[in-house]
């Protein structure tokens, strides 16, 4: 009788690294050249990318800031980097608001500096979510820490759609 080595099984995923990989997807694109989960597939040479942070990256200041029935793209991205910033703040420091809600729609118009600030905020509000998502995949898992990063998702990925209708009529 051998002693034949059996054959390893893959280290079973954590379920916030599912929730993440949408999240991922939704404000980074997805990886050239690879399947998607919902986005438009990006193509191997990295054209196609329709995340968050691209569909922002394509658009000046004065586009950013162009009223489309009745908002801008500016203030929807206002408003997505201050919801992913509340979640950390609610999860991680058990802040519970108040919250400015209306204001989070701020600046509804910017110039070059400011939209390259909005553009930086996003970005660093999202690195700071999956940071501290990262925090808790040592922890039981809960339906807090699951549901309010799978409703935080579904938040952003419905402002990203938003945003890319606005575009449309942008472009």
Known sequence: ???????????PQHPLDGIL???????EGGQ???????????????SGN???LATLEALSAEQASRE?????????TAHTAFHMEVIVRWERDGDRGPFDWQGSFQPRAVDEAGWAEQR??????????????????DQPVT???????AGGVAHVAYHLG?????????L
């Open 120 to 137: 930086r905020r996003v970005r660093a509000a999202y690195d700071a979510l999956v940071a501290f998502t990262h925090t808790q995949q």
């Open 21 to 27: 990989d949408i999240l991922r997807e939704t404000v």
């Open 1 to 11: 009788m051998t002693d034949a080595a059996a054959p390893s099984l893959p280290s």
């Open 50 to 52: 329709h995340g968050l």
């Open 143 to 149: 339906g807090d820490a699951t549901g309010g990063l």
């Open 68 to 76: 489309v029935l009745g908002t801008t793209v500016a203030a929807h």
């Open 32 to 46: 050239p050249g690879k399947p998607t989960a919902f986005l438009d597939s990006t193509a191997a040479d990295g």
């Open 162 to 170: 938003a945003i890319r209708q606005l575009v449309k009529a942008l």
